[in-house]
């Protein structure tokens, strides 16, 4: 898939079959994460993934929307060290979002409301924070990115218009 169509396509989605994901997926989506670039390439960010049910449940627990996880083939939870890294954790989580939706996989990113219980949900160690949690499933709802061309996907988004997002100082 063209890579502009795939971000003018791609949409968060919060309902997934009750499927697993297969593994060549699995692993094609976190190496899109690890390949992220990283300020002075130090790749601060670790992906955890809660394997149990009891994981996935707790922290569904902490998350804003948690049938978002507890619905998903997989769940990512992107940790760094003392909070720093945000914006490389990012690049890395918009990784994996594209190449989730190259693949037919769709996804959402999911806010953690509670910082202390995602540790805890997660067992980590030290000053590791959860920057993100990320769901990924086969959609509910199918959708052709194809159907459309970029242009078509861009105008229909729910988004302000560029003009204003975009302004030019001299």
């Known amino acids: ?95 994996m979002l594209l190449a989730a939706w190259n693949d037919g996989v769709a996804s959402c990113p999911n806010g953690v409301r509670d910082a202390e219980g995602a540790r805890a949900a997660l067992s980590l160690q030290g000053e590791e924070e959860v920057v993100i949690v990320l769901s990924f499933g086969r959609p509910g709802k199918a959708r052709d990115p194809e159907s459309r061309d970029a242009a078509e996907w861009s105008a229909r988004a729910n988004r302000r218009p560029l003009a204003d997002v975009v302004r030019s100082v001299a």
Do not use: C, H
């Not at 060549?24 to 899109?32: E, G, K, P, W």
């Open 1 to 95: 898939m063209d890579a502009f169509l795939a971000i003018a396509s791609r949409r968060d989605e919060r309902r997934y079959l009750s499927e697993p994901l297969p593994e060549a997926t699995v692993t094609r989506i976190l190496d899109a994460g690890r390949l992220s670039g990283s300020s002075k390439n130090r790749q601060p960010w670790t992906f955890v993934l809660p394997s149990s049910r009891r994981r996935v449940d707790a922290l569904a627990d902490v998350v804003w929307v948690p049938e978002n996880v507890r619905s998903a083939g997989l769940v990512v939870a992107i940790v760094v060290p003392g909070g720093s890294g945000a914006f490389d954790a990012g690049r890395a989580a918009q990784n």
